[in-house]
């Protein structure tokens, strides 16, 4: 099932790259049914908080109508990063699963542990390389595109 949702997730980052936004897309699950998708929306509303992950978050917590989004999982392209980190711990997200590794600011693990950190009210239990490839191969492109537009 997981690589089903991730799926989903990628479908949102796909998305997001059609309109110029860098494609990142999540997905979140409660009780095996899909309650939100996010994809980044920073470009089209000019605002920092506008992760895929966010958008999401803030999706399926009007359709709860609640912040606590206890026993749901979230599915993401990639690493989130703290302020993400931060929203899905102060959500109360049982799980993330993400598909690439961001080595320079990802806050599972590859950067900062901040969903395992223990000073926090809740811990998120997370699994990353899902769909890795397919989830890393869309960002590098993307960028691999982007710098080959500004040398022309």
């Known amino acids: 099932m997981k690589e089903e949702y991730m799926r989903l997730a990628i479908l949102q980052a796909k998305k997001a790259e059609k309109k110029d936004e860098v ?27 506008r992760h895929a992950e966010m958008v999401a978050i803030d ?13 749901a999982e979230i599915y993401i392209t990639v690493e989130p990063c703290a302020m993400c980190a931060g929203a899905i711990a102060n959500a109360r997200i049982k799980k993330v699963y993400f598909g690439a590794y961001e080595h320079k600011s ?13 000073g926090l009210n809740h811990t ?24 080959k537009a500004k040398k022309s």
């Open 23 to 49: 494609p990142i897309g999540a997905v979140i699950v409660l009780n095996g049914k899909v309650i939100a998708k996010g994809k980044n929306l920073m470009e089209k509303t000019q605002m920092a908080t």
């Open 106 to 118: 990802g806050c599972a693990v590859s950067k900062y542990p901040v969903l395992s950190d223990n």
């Open 59 to 71: 999706k399926a917590c009007k359709k709860l109508k609640s912040w606590r989004l206890d026993g």
């Open 124 to 147: 998120v239990e997370y699994e990353g390389g899902v769909l890795q490839e397919e989830c890393e191969n869309l960002l590098k492109n993307y960028f691999k595109a982007k710098r």
